[in-house]
């Protein structure tokens, strides 16, 4: 029961540290508001409103970027890879690697290509044995290389940019937030310690 009554007082009391906050920020008649208060709301406001209507914008020149990039590398490739038939020189292990996210293990098989013969270490399902042809992608000079982008990698790196770009805006008007909060921080200690001085003054020629 103790334990229940604390969590829901640790409740209220966030929620009324949110409604501090939000009155701080809503630009009311209070006589008490200085200007640098409603400066603040109407910099973050306006802020947060460029800072919403332009994360869209953002993130589709961003996504449309990245997709032509991606796509351009996706026909770069198709283009100047392909696939040939490797046959293995020996069996392979029966023991997967740990850290394979493939669950093949490696051997070494032969290929060719251009009418050269090429040797080296591909990977290939365990227990494989020998003479298993296993099919390679090599590049224009014969060596191994990784397969072409697929097309949901496309669409994958696209959307991933578009991500990264609503981020990006999202950190950026943090950042500007945080930066008008400081500055006007600033002036506004400066005030007080300037009304303080003047207040005191008056204090000290009162006498009690």
Known sequence: MRLGRRSEGARVRQGRWYMRGLRGLWPGRNPLRRGSDRVETCLLAGLFVVAAAGAPFAAQAASQAAHGTALRAEQAQLASRHQVRAVLTQPTGTTVNA?????????????????????????ALPGSPKGTAVTVWIDAAGNLTSPPLLPSQV????????????????????????????VLNRRRMAAWAADWEVTARAWNRQRW
């Open 99 to 123: 850290y394979s996210l493939t669950g093949e293990v490696p051997a070494l098989a032969t290929w060719t290509s251009a009418g050269v013969r090429h040797t080296g270490q591909i990977f």
């Open 155 to 182: 669409t994958g790196q696209s959307e991933m940019a578009a991500i990264g770009a609503v981020t990006g805006v999202a950190v950026l008007y943090l950042c500007a937030a945080a930066v008008i909060r400081r």
